[in-house]
């Protein structure tokens, strides 16, 4: 899932390289996807939640989409629960995706509020003050 034509072209022909078979490349919207309830197995997802000014619908539609025992795996950036909200606009300057990272405890929290269980955040890597590039999974019971 895209929102841009271009980024599902080149996914297509990554597949079409790889001789994926099994993959299925849509255009829309994270925070409303274009898929039935329950129709997902696995949600992969490479940093792109920080850009949502919506996160809340974001996890919500990843819980609606999913099947019962589905799973979500998220590569995104997250800050310190405790990194002062100056410094997050400081280095937003500078990298532009940090605005809209979560805090450790929010990511855990809004996958709760959408049902998520065995929520799991792991730092992969700090780059540069309290601004961590993140794993995050997490599983529809």
Same mark, same amino acid.
């Given at each position: 899932?895209?929102?841009?034509?271009?980024? *599902?072209?080149?996914?297509?022909?990554? &597949?079409?390289? !790889?001789?994926?078979?099994? @993959?299925?490349?849509?255009? +829309?919207? =994270?925070?409303?996807?274009?898929?039935?309830?329950?129709?997902?197995?696995?949600?992969?997802?490479?940093?792109?939640? *920080?850009?949502?000014?919506?996160?809340? &619908?974001?996890? !919500?539609?990843?819980?609606? @989409?999913?099947?019962?025992? +589905?799973? =979500?795996?998220?590569?995104?950036?997250?800050?310190?629960?405790?990194?002062?909200?100056?410094?997050?606009?400081?280095?937003?300057?500078?990298?532009?995706?940090? &605005?809209?990272?979560?805090?450790?405890?929010?990511?855990?929290?809004?996958?709760?509020?959408?049902?998520?269980?065995?929520?799991?955040?792991?730092?992969?890597?700090?780059?540069?003050?309290?601004?961590?590039?993140?794993?995050?999974?997490?599983?529809?019971?």
């Amino acid at each position: 899932l895209d929102m841009t034509p271009e980024m *599902n072209d080149l996914a297509r022909r990554n &597949a079409s390289e !790889a001789n994926a078979t099994n @993959v299925e490349f849509l255009q +829309g919207d =994270i925070e409303v996807i274009p898929l039935p309830d329950a129709s997902v197995d696995v949600i992969i997802s490479n940093c792109v939640i *920080n850009l949502s000014t919506d996160k809340p &619908a974001v996890f !919500a539609e990843m819980h609606r @989409v999913l099947r019962n025992g +589905g799973r =979500i795996g998220i590569s995104d950036v997250v800050v310190d629960n405790d990194l002062d909200p100056a410094l997050i606009v400081e280095q937003a300057a500078r990298i532009g995706c940090i &605005a809209g990272a979560l805090t450790f405890d929010a990511y855990q929290q809004q996958l709760t509020n959408a049902g998520f269980t065995e929520i799991t955040l792991s730092s992969t890597h700090e780059f540069g003050e309290g601004l961590h590039s993140a794993i995050i999974r997490a599983t529809k019971e």
